[in-house]
């Protein structure tokens, strides 16, 4: 299998309210929801660098398609990165997310590998890495996403 990744699915309680979020409180850009025509359909796709895609479905939903049992809300089980090219736009990206209504778990603060980075969680508990690591490269605008507009 080649080492590919299209699609992020994150599993919501409130499709609606995700997608306000992502969306209204973040800046990204979406079509909305499409499929509420079809039963645990409903879904809203963001498009981000290199062709990946957010994708925002119901956790009922996600549970069906996959035949599981839905869980209860699991957080520290991993963690989405999103880096940046500074510390100022490390900041930045975690004040709008605040304000979007993320909940800080771990303000921006140095690392002890030399880099910069804070925890947020979306309104569903999604555990987000805003990060500045001085030896990568985030020179491509599409890397910073969560950049205020």
Known sequence: ???????????????????AFYRDGLGWPTEGIVGREFENGAVAFF?????????????????????????????GEFSLGHNVASQREVDDAMRQAAAAGAR????????????YAGYFQDPDGHLWEVVY???WSAE?????VLRPG
Do not use: H, Y
Request: no cysteine; glycine share 8%.
């Open 104 to 115: 800080v778990v771990k303000p921006a603060q140095p690392t002890f590998w030399g880099g």
């Open 140 to 144: 491509d605008d599409d890397l910073d």
């Open 1 to 19: 299998m080649k080492a590919r990744l299209t699609v992020i699915t994150l599993g919501v309680d409130d499709l609606d309210r995700a997608v």
């Open 47 to 75: 498009n981000l660098q290199g062709g990946l895609r957010l994708a925002l479905w119901p956790r009922r939903s996600l549970a069906a398609d996959a035949k599981l049992e839905p869980t209860p809300r699991s957080p």
């Open 133 to 135: 690591n001085p030896q």
